[in-house]
Each structure stands twice: as structure tokens, then as C-alpha cells.
């Protein structure tokens, strides 16, 4: 573990030189006695890949983590269900969709809520309507994490995912969504 983090380290030290600039002002050929303005330009950037320690510490770490992506679910394809929340005066059922994506841990996609215009749901479901929420998400063994694709403020959602079914809530609204996996 300790050779991970001291490669990975090693990698983030190594990009770090990633930055800027500014070459001394130059004398404008139109005017000789008024300077230029400073020009800006890339600085030189080094790389330098660590290799790991021991022969064989890299496997290890490689087949822990192929193991550990083993043991999520795979929640790839088209999913339908039902979503409740609170209307203006009472709670609400309605439809909901979902198409998702995966490589391993993580993955993309898109959620539709259906009639969510008086509905405690955030603003980004109502606004995308059915085009749907672009999301990104973590698979964990029992559960997924999903965020919209510009952060966690805009959607956060978690859901528990027992075979074909996947249970969920929007944080900070009281919405349930249910989904079951479309065959």
C-alpha cells in the first residue's frame, strides 16, 4: 500500500511543473521607447515516471484492485420505475428512466423524471425535463453514488441495488426513486 502512495505521489510531484512564465518586456519595434506587453508562455514541463520498488509489489496492488471492481454490480443499460415526491398538496407518483453506462467502479449517465414541474425535486431534474440529467457515479458492493456531472450541488442521489432492482433517494428532497432493470 505504502509503494501505491509513494507512486502515485511521485507522479503528482513530477506533473506539478505545469505552470507559467512571463519572459521579460520587449521594446515595441513601433515605438522605441515604450515597452511591449509581457508575454506569457508555457513553461517547461518535466515528466519523470516512478517505477514501482519491488517486482512484484505492482501485481499485487493490480490484482487487489481487479479484484475489489469484481465485486461491484454491474448496473450497465436501461432501467424504468417510478419516482415519488411531494407535490404542491400531496405526494406524487410518476415515471422515471434511466440509462447508464459503466467501466469497472465508475460510470455515466442519464436520469428522466417525468412530470416534475410542482415537485420537491431539484431544479436541474425540472429544467433538463425529458432530455434527462446528465450523471456520473461510484459502484460500491451494495450501493451507488450518483452526482450530476457538474457536481454534487446541482443532484446527489443514493441508491442500493439488489439484482435488477435499484432503490434510491435525492438528497436533501424527500423523493424515492425505484427502478427496475428493462430486459
Request: hydrophobic share 45%; with cysteine.
Amino acid at each position: 500500500m505504502n509503494g501505491a502512495l509513494l507512486l502515485l505521489a511521485s507522479a503528482l510531484v513530477s506533473t506539478a511543473a505545469c505552470s507559467t512564465r512571463v519572459e521579460a518586456p520587449r521594446l515595441s519595434p513601433l515605438s522605441p521607447s515604450a515597452a511591449a506587453y509581457p508575454r506569457w508562455t508555457p513553461a517547461t514541463m518535466r515528466v519523470a515516471l516512478a517505477l514501482p520498488m519491488e517486482s512484484g509489489e505492482g501485481a499485487n496492488a493490480l490484482d487487489r484492485l481487479r479484484n475489489d471492481e469484481a465485486d461491484v454490480p454491474d448496473i450497465a443499460g436501461r432501467w424504468t420505475g417510478v419516482w415519488s415526491g411531494y407535490g404542491i398538496m400531496s405526494r406524487r407518483v410518476s415515471l422515471a428512466r434511466a440509462e447508464f453506462s459503466q467501466a469497472g467502479r465508475w460510470g455515466w449517465g442519464k436520469i428522466v423524471l417525468s412530470d416534475t414541474l410542482a415537485a420537491d425535486v431539484p431544479p436541474v431534474v425540472t429544467y433538463r425535463g425529458a432530455l434527462g440529467v446528465p450523471v456520473m457515479f461510484d459502484v460500491f458492493p451494495t450501493r451507488v453514488v450518483m452526482k450530476h456531472e457538474a457536481g454534487g450541488a446541482y443532484l446527489s442521489a443514493v441508491f442500493r441495488v439488489e439484482g435488477d432492482r435499484m432503490l434510491g433517494t435525492l438528497r436533501g428532497h424527500g423523493t424515492l426513486i425505484v427502478l427496475s432493470r428493462d430486459r
